[in-house]
T-cell receptor, first 113, second 115 residues
């Protein structure tokens, strides 16, 4: 157990729907990162939050959004889902905004049908 | 833009044999370098990391990696592979910026271990 908790582990939904993925960072970690892992794109950085504020943005689609709450858990919202959004979504956390490596959760597997 | 290349998509190795996974990066400065391992259905586990200093880095599970600045490489090695080492391995580079901390991952190398 890495200490980073992601729920749900699996999610199956239809095209056009909206889902929310949840991440609880390791105790004491203030920074949360979201990554998408797909067969064709590999591991892609989506977004980083630090202590509630957005810190860095990667290849995140406009249909996707995220936030980090005062208790430091984070949610990734995916809307108007398309078949191509099917992927593993990982959350990671670190103590600082600029940390030497971070710890990953076990991921949420999203299947869009 | 920084990039990471893992030239070998698949590697098959016999149990007890040595393993070397290649990683090359392209970046203007020396980035921070990492190796992660992903077992089937699992998240990514950090094997080792390099920031500065000794270019030979020891990690968990008997892995080591060597940073070679002249070759822009950070290859991962293990002297004797165990069946449990069958997994996918990812090299990653990062650069700490005031704006945040993003890792760029290579495409991964899937390791198969033959009995």
């Amino acid at each position: 157990d890495s200490g980073v908790t992601q729920t749900p582990k699996h999610l199956i939904t239809a095209t056009g729907q909206r889902v929310t993925l949840r991440c609880s960072p390791r105790s004491g970690d203030l920074s949360v990162y979201w990554y998408q892992q797909s067969l064709d794109q590999g591991l892609q950085f989506l977004i980083q939050y630090y202590n509630g504020e957005e810190r860095a943005k990667g290849n995140i689609l406009e249909r996707f959004s995220a936030q980090q709450f005062p208790d430091l858990h984070s949610e990734l919202n995916l809307s108007s889902l398309e078949l191509g959004d099917s992927a593993l979504y990982f959350c990671a956390s670190s103590v600082a905004a600029q940390a030497y490596g971070y710890t990953f959760g076990s991921g949420t597997r999203l299947t869009v049908v | 833009a920084q990039s990471v290349t893992q030239p070998d998509i698949h590697i098959t190795v016999s149990e007890g044999a040595s393993l070397e996974l290649r990683c090359n990066y392209s970046y203007g400065a020396t980035p921070y370098l990492f190796w992660y391992v992903q077992s089937p259905g699992q998240g990514l586990q950090l094997l080792l990391k390099y920031f500065s200093g000794d270019t030979l880095v020891q990690g968990i599970k008997g892995f080591e990696a060597e940073f070679k600045r002249s070759q822009s490489s950070f290859n991962l090695r293990k002297p004797s592979v165990h069946w449990s080492d069958a997994a996918e391995y990812f090299c990653a580079v990062g650069l700490l910026k005031a704006a945040g901390n993003k890792l760029t991952f290579g495409g991964g190398t899937r390791v198969l271990v033959k009995p």
